[in-house]
């Protein structure tokens, strides 16, 4: 058997995402009329290939999907979007679903079920004949991701960390990937420190490169022996949040398996998730290379730090 020639492999959480936008966060006891209503795939691992592969890279996702109608209804997807499903598990656990109310502001509330659903066990899938030029996880698959990083490593293929909380599989990854994206969130988590400067200089010591997103403030971001910086948002008209973080570190991890310089992969990956901001939910909102490539030859990253 070949193996499979991948520019991405992203690896961790699927779900099913029920998406509702609502006038104003509920309160209790109070009923509310949704104004819009979407069904469509979602979770960081697969949100991250479909980036990939709409900006014309190839994907591969790895993790679960059950046999139920909302697991079928994302495989369609992912199918449908190009992403390589060959290293998609199936199963009768139910597959996780997000029910997810946005409001005017583009701001959202989310919340996951998972049922019976846990990580899957180690060796649960043959990654031999995978040859991708960077691994992203996102850390929902604790038992299979460790491993699966060190063999990247033994064979020089860059990983990826989508960190946006700290859990045991985010906590693990940590200090073994190349790559240590995270949310302003996981930073104070991991390190305890407020300030997301001074957490930078203790996620360093984890990684060899770090970046914090921090949202609308844009991000900051290190490199061992290679300086430190930052860079601010791309500016856009906010509709839905859901899934813009994943489309940054999707649009992040096919810079880093394409061999773009620094500066290219930072703009990129923050104008792909400016972009994702821009429509109701996660998977109709991601954008096209040019469309991305075009915001950033409109406009400059707004806000940078330091």
Known sequence: MSHAVLDVLCVGHASYDLIFQVPHHPAADEKSVADGFLGCGGGPAANAAVTVNRAGGVAAFAGYLGNDLFGQR?????????????????????????????????????????????????????????????????????????????????????????????????????GLVDHLVCSEKFAL????????????????????????????????????????????AYPVAEVDTTGAGDAFHGAYALCVAEGRDWDYTLRYASATAALACAALGARPAIPRRADTEALMAKQEPQGALG
């Open 189 to 232: 988590q991991a390190t305890g420190i407020a300030a997301p400067e001074q957490a930078l200089e203790a996620l360093l010591q984890r990684a060899p490169v770090v970046v914090i997103t921090l949202g609308e403030r844009g991000l900051l971001w290190a490199r061992r022996g290679d300086g430190r910086g930052s860079l601010g």
């Open 74 to 174: 994302h495989l369609a997807e992912l199918t449908e979007a190009g992403v390589h499903t060959d290293w998609v598990v199936r199963g009768d656990h139910p597959t996780p679903l997000s029910a997810i109310l946005v409001k005017p502001d583009g701001r959202r509330a989310l919340v996951n079920y998972k049922g019976e659903t846990r990580p899957l066990p180690v060796d649960s899938i043959d990654f031999s004949h995978c040859r991708p030029q960077a691994i992203l996880f996102d850390g929902h698959e604790p038992h299979i991701s460790p491993a699966l990083c060190l063999w990247a490593k033994g064979l020089g293929i860059p990983t990826v960390l989508d960190a946006g909380s700290l859990h045991p599989g985010t906590e693990t990854l940590q």
